[in-house]
């Protein structure tokens, strides 16, 4: 077994599985860390993951899942190993995806739009979560002056749209989030912030700037807000804007700001006193900018 390196809130493995043939298959493996209460089921990520795949969604295979720690010490979900490129800036630099890149913003469309075709019904374990009413509600909370993200809450709900709908939402989607090939995504990952929404907030998540990793494109790093518009209308049926696409990348930044505030919080106060805890608590300056040039009138995005 290999344990994978990055990710904050699970433990990833990668495990070789011999069956009687003595031919070995390589595994993936995710457990909650010991003792770590989360608020969603690793047996639920996997049926939601499975429903994602026949939906259409690139997503890996399902092998089995359990919520009895008793069998490996913790929660698990066991799924096949999709090989490919998932560091962002492989993602962004490697020469065997360089005939892939120009499409990758379409293909991502696609993905989320067989993402949010998941019938609703279908996952009563899912939260509906209203995202500014929940940045307001933890921006209040953590109690600290950060004016530019105020100052964003309070546009983002002078100018609040009118919803798209309400669908299955990944909740991560995003450049880091994705197995590439050569071909395209082979596998969407990361499923446990996943909740019912407003589908535009994976849009505009795939477009936070931080999500970029120094790639010129505004969607990942790679692509262009028309590519992801035109492919995700195409596959979806539903009519976007760009403005609406701002509104949510807006939006998506200062959740990801409120984010990492809380954890600069958790690492000061000790209760997760990790690496990346601290790493993560170091950007709140860095979003914020990010949200005072999406906030200015000339902004380039």
Not at 274 to 283: E, K, P
Request: charge should be neutral.
């Amino acid at each position: 077994m290999q344990r994978l390196l990055g990710g904050s809130s699970r433990i990833t493995w990668i495990c070789l599985a011999t069956g009687g043939d003595g031919v070995g298959t390589r595994l993936v493996l995710r457990m909650d860390p010991p003792g770590v209460s989360r608020p969603g089921s690793l047996v639920q990520e996997g049926q939601l993951m499975t429903l994602a795949t026949n939906s259409g969604a690139p997503v890996p295979n399902i092998i089995m899942s359990s919520d009895d720690p008793g069998l490996l010490g913790a929660p698990f979900l066991l799924m096949e190993f999709v090989d490919g490129y998932s560091h962002p800036r492989a993602i962004l630099r490697e020469k065997a995806l360089e005939k892939l890149r120009p499409q990758l913003a379409g293909m991502c469309g696609q993905a989320l739009a067989k993402i949010h075709s998941i019938p609703v019904e279908e996952v009563p374990w899912l939260a509906t979560v209203d995202v500014l009413s929940q940045v307001r509600t933890q921006l209040d909370q953590l109690g600290e002056p950060h004016p530019v993200f105020e100052l964003a809450v309070r546009q983002l709900e002078a100018t609040k749209p009118q919803s798209l709908g309400t669908t299955v939402v990944h909740g991560d989607f995003r450049n880091g989030n994705l197995i590439v090939g050569a071909e395209g995504i082979r596998g969407v990952i990361d499923w446990e912030l996943s909740h019912i929404g407003d589908p535009m907030e994976d849009l505009g998540w795939l477009c936070v700037r931080s999500w970029r990793f120094g790639g010129p494109g505004p969607v990942g790093g790679f692509g262009t807000y028309n590519q992801l518009i035109f492919s995700y209308e195409h596959a979806s049926g539903r009519v976007l804007d760009r403005q609406l696409l701002r509104w949510w990348e807006l939006l998506c930044s200062v959740r990801w700001g409120v984010m990492t505030m809380m954890q600069a919080q958790a690492f000061r106060q000790g209760t997760h006193r990790s690496l990346d805890t601290a790493l993560i608590g170091r950007l709140v300056c860095e979003v914020e900018w990010d949200v005072l040039a999406l906030l200015s009138t000339g902004r380039k995005g």
